[in-house]
């Protein structure tokens, strides 16, 4: 754990591993989603736009080796990095077959520097053929397997159309523990009728599960979504920065010390935000966490009970 930061971040676990700076590139692979095609609905998240949380560089043409070599000059430029990590993060990256996978998975490691891969992908688009695929990466690569759960509270995630419950998260989770895949729960703060005490369960409930890392975001509004028309009509009111701050406080204190924090906020672009103008804000709310950790004189794990 990083002592300055108070809690398990990813830039330092990364140095741990590899020695030196490690950069994610985001990778659009041109797949689409469950709950968008029509498999499961065709309106998606409320709060998904139509990029799928992604670039939308598949769509321009740029093939995923190009994507790569395009986010190396930025990562190599800002950070001085020379290894890196693939970030499939456009919509869902394990929907679709297991040779589509692997034709994707291996053009992005191909590419020199890459160490590893992130995926981003539905707890219910997993199965144990996709799993077997994914875990023979793991002998020569660092992999996260990235499942997006959001909240623990089954009717929460019906209120934002996800299209599974978290019996599914629960079950995904079981199945890729013990591949040598590492796995991260992507939860969102601030949803539609959830009270400080629901997100402090999702906590709870995600520090007793397998999972090794978390990514904690906001729900802002994002043009153009059906949160942005919910939102226009009052029927959503997004948290206030000191209150999404001392909620993060809150959720970081409840997961144990070894569980990697990737993130504590989101990083909207500002061409699409809506609402709340904070969010647009990322360093500026990211030190306001670290500050109100230190006043308190806490850290990751110091009101997790264990199970």
Request: proline letters at 3%; a positive charge.
């Amino acid at each position: 754990m990083d002592k300055k930061k108070r809690y398990s971040d990813y830039n330092t676990y990364l140095r741990q591993l590899f020695g030196q700076r490690v950069q994610k590139i985001s990778v659009d692979a041109g797949l689409s989603c469950p709950n968008r095609d029509g498999l499961l609905s065709k309106k998606g998240c409320i709060y998904c736009n139509t990029k799928g949380s992604g670039s939308g560089l598949f769509a321009k043409g740029l093939s995923i080796r190009q994507q790569i070599k395009a986010g190396k000059i930025g990562a190599i430029k800002k950070y001085k990095a020379n290894k890196f990590l693939a970030y499939f993060q456009s919509y869902t990256n394990t929907y679709t077959s297991c040779e589509h996978m692997k034709l994707l998975y291996d053009e992005a490691l191909a590419c020199e520097g890459m160490v590893g891969m992130a995926i981003g992908t539905r707890p219910d688009c997993i199965d144990e053929k996709k799993l077997e695929l994914i875990a023979s990466y793991t002998k020569d690569y660092l992999v996260w397997l990235e499942y997006g759960l959001q909240s623990v509270h089954d009717e929460t995630l019906m209120i934002i159309n996800r299209g599974h419950t978290f019996k599914d998260f629960s079950t995904a989770v079981e199945l890729t523990k013990g591949r040598g895949i590492n796995i991260c729960a992507h939860v969102i703060l601030g949803l539609p009728g959830e009270d400080k005490k629901m997100m402090r369960e999702t906590a709870k409930v995600l520090a007793d599960s397998p999972a090794n890392g978390v990514k904690i975001h906001l729900l802002y509004v994002i043009k153009g979504t059906k949160l942005d028309k919910m939102w226009k009509k009052g029927e959503y009111i997004p948290m206030e920065q000191a209150a999404y701050v001392d909620m993060v406080c809150d959720f970081i204190e409840l997961l144990p010390k070894q569980m990697i924090i990737q993130r504590i906020t989101g990083d909207p672009h500002l061409d699409e935000l809506r609402a709340p103008q904070w969010a647009g804000r990322y360093r500026e709310t990211f030190n306001m966490i670290q500050q109100t950790l230190e006043k308190r004189d806490s850290f990751q794990g110091i009101k997790y009970k264990g199970k």
